[in-house]
């Protein structure tokens, strides 16, 4: 599901507007953007969570030249998969691949 998909199945489900699904996508994944950008850890409780992860710089290598460059340092937003959302998925899959198998 891409974000203009996202937004088309909220506008017919919540019975909004394009603009309104729309404004409502849009107004979501900024406000995660913005607490990321400011150093909070977003969680939606049993879909995911969100955090930004430091990198330190580093020596690395080109490696069409093999020149050593250097790499900066940098922060990064780092993904986790709630718990509930992981067993609905395997049990969901489960029986399915099972019967795959038989």
């Known amino acids: 599901m891409n974000r ?4 088309s199945r909220l506008a017919k ?20 953007a913005e607490e990321l950008v400011n150093g909070s850890r977003v969680e939606i ?17 080109n490696p069409n030249t093999g020149d050593t460059i250097a790499i900066e340092p940098k922060r990064l937003p ?7 959302l992981v067993d609905a998925l395997n049990e969901e899959l489960l029986p399915k ?3 795959e198998k038989a």
Do not use: P
């Open 4 to 7: 203009s998909e996202l937004c």
């Open 13 to 32: 489900e919540c019975h909004l507007s394009m603009d309104e699904a729309t404004t409502v996508v849009d107004e979501f994944f900024n406000s995660i």
């Open 45 to 61: 409780r049993g879909l995911c969570s969100w955090q930004l992860k430091q990198y330190e710089g580093y020596n690395g290598r």
């Open 78 to 84: 780092f993904f986790k998969v709630g718990k509930e």
């Open 97 to 99: 691949l099972l019967a």
